[in-house]
């Protein structure tokens, strides 16, 4: 099992920026890919960014891509999700996930293992 713990939400406002951390406990070897989903109040869960734990390979849903980063520190078994230019409809809960399978995935079905959740509010 691998046990996932988000932080970093909060309250900011448009045009601001959010550092989201993820810690990954227990067996953490095991841990192929990682991302980071969002849902918002009444909508899907729906992909942000990923990225491969091996090599550092990254990936993002298209409307995220130049406003957010994903990274990842092996050794400290962390994944963080740099957040610039927030809009209000970033507004969300959101999940930090690790799946076995070493390949990056957008599907929330693939994913093995979530976090909690932290919630981000963007005011306008």
């Known amino acids: 099992q691998v046990q996932l713990v988000e932080s970093g939400g909060g309250l900011v406002q448009a045009g601001g920026s959010l550092r989201l951390s993820c810690a990954a406990s227990?067996?953490?070897?095991?841990?192929?890919?990682m991302g980071w989903f969002r849902q918002a109040p009444g909508k899907e869960r729906e992909f942000v960014a990923g990225?491969?734990?091996?090599?550092?390979?990254?990936y993002y849903q298209d409307s995220m891509k130049g406003r957010f980063t994903i990274s990842r520190d092996v050794a400290r078994n962390t994944m963080t999700l740099q957040m610039n230019r927030l809009r209000p409809e970033d507004t969300a809960v959101y999940y930090c996930?690790?799946?076995?399978?070493?390949?990056?995935?957008?599907?929330?079905?693939?994913?093995?293992?979530w976090g909690q959740g932290t919630q981000v509010t963007v005011s306008s």
């Open positions: 990225i491969v734990m091996s090599g550092g390979s990254t």
């Open positions: 227990g067996r953490t070897f095991a841990t192929g890919a």
């Open positions: 996930a690790a799946r076995r399978e070493p390949r990056a995935s957008s599907s929330r079905r693939s994913y093995d293992y």
